[in-house]
């Protein structure tokens, strides 16, 4: 049974930070494409950011700079790290896996989300 649990949100001020972590199991972790989505009340889910099983990252431009992405594969786990937070930062962020990459028949899992509140 494939499994990702989100941690790490929370309530925090304009300019502070938050680390998200997600925990997978059931599933080989080092041959998946890990995201994070969000989102934000009344909109729809949004990408920002993607790790491949090689490491190569890419970002939402609105979070460059701010945010890193980042897994540790011999934990099944896979971060974001989120500074200079913005109000409009604020969402319900998911963990997703697409793999194996080495097949041409992927699956997509997601976790339940986390809340993060950045109060204008």
């Known amino acids: 049974q494939v499994q990702l649990v989100e941690s790490g949100g929370g309530l925090v001020q304009p300019g502070g930070s938050l680390r998200l972590s997600c925990v997978a199991s059931?599933?080989?972790?080092?041959?998946?494409?890990m995201r994070w989505y969000r989102q934000a009340p009344g909109k729809q889910r949004e990408l920002v950011a993607v790790?491949?099983?090689?490491?190569?990252?890419n970002y939402q431009d609105s979070v460059k700079g701010r945010f890193t992405i980042s897994r540790e594969n011999a934990k099944n786990m896979v971060y974001l790290q989120m500074d200079s937070l913005k109000p409009e930062d604020t969402g319900i962020y998911y963990c997703?896996?697409?793999?194996?990459?080495?097949?041409?028949?992927?699956?997509?899992?997601w976790g339940r989300g986390t809340q993060v509140t950045v109060p204008s």
């Open positions: 790790i491949r099983s090689s490491g190569s990252t």
């Open positions: 059931g599933i080989p972790f080092s041959s998946y494409i």
């Open positions: 997703n896996a697409e793999g194996p990459v080495f097949t041409s028949s992927r699956s997509q899992y």
